[in-house]
């Protein structure tokens, strides 16, 4: 990802913020949330703002508001997990299970996705489960016709 370190924002070392990203919004609340998550989850929300933009620029009208959504998920994602909520509640963290990857691995040599759609942007949603959440995700997805989904990324968040 092309852009500046976190650091200049007062973001944790290792963290990268597009140049999507301006520095208009990153400020006030949006600011003090993102410092709230830890760095590999402020890259992730980082880059899912980043593709957005790209993408769908037009449709933004508000990417301060946008951008705050999108750190908002993972907050809430990040504190249901320290909360326990539920029976395995927490992330996967850094790598999926064993479990997980072997049915990924199984949508793309079934032909349901390619190796490129199963890229790191979606692995780092699907991190963000919980192993029980992410089988269910993985389930439910390969469960609806490919053509009717759109946004191969999104089926996970």
Same mark, same amino acid.
């Given at each position: 990802?092309?852009?500046?370190?976190?650091?200049?924002?007062?973001?944790?070392?290792?963290?990268?913020?597009?140049?999507?990203?301006?520095?208009?919004?990153?400020?006030?609340?949006?600011?003090?949330?993102?410092?709230?998550?830890? =760095?590999?989850?402020?890259?992730? %929300?980082?880059?899912?703002?980043?593709?957005?933009?790209? &993408? $769908?620029?037009? !449709?933004? +009208?508000?990417?301060?508001?946008?951008?705050?959504?999108?750190?908002?998920?993972?907050?809430?994602?990040?504190?249901? =997990?320290?909360?326990?909520?539920? %029976?395995?509640?927490?992330?996967?963290?850094?790598?999926? &299970? $064993?479990?997980? !990857?072997? +049915?990924?691995?199984?949508?793309?040599?079934?032909?349901?996705?390619?190796?490129?759609?199963?890229?790191?942007?979606?692995?780092?949603?699907?991190?963000?489960?919980?192993?029980?959440?992410?089988?269910?995700?993985?389930?439910?997805?390969?469960?609806?016709?490919?053509?009717?989904?759109?946004?191969?990324?999104?089926?996970?968040?």
């Amino acid at each position: 990802i092309e852009g500046t370190s976190g650091t200049r924002f007062g973001l944790p070392k290792g963290t990268t913020v597009p140049i999507t990203v301006k520095e208009s919004i990153l400020q006030g609340r949006l600011l003090d949330a993102l410092r709230k998550l830890p =760095a590999h989850l402020i890259n992730d %929300a980082l880059i899912e703002y980043d593709d957005a933009v790209k &993408t $769908k620029a037009q !449709q933004i +009208r508000n990417p301060g508001a946008y951008l705050f959504g999108v750190i908002k998920r993972y907050t809430q994602v990040q504190e249901r =997990a320290k909360n326990g909520e539920g %029976a395995g509640a927490m992330p996967m963290g850094q790598t999926v &299970t $064993k479990t997980v !990857q072997d +049915r990924l691995d199984f949508l793309v040599r079934d032909g349901f996705c390619s190796q490129e759609e199963m890229n790191e942007k979606v692995k780092s949603k699907i991190r963000m489960l919980s192993e029980k959440d992410a089988l269910f995700a993985i389930d439910e997805l390969s469960s609806v016709e490919r053509s009717q989904i759109r946004n191969f990324g999104s089926y996970f968040m």
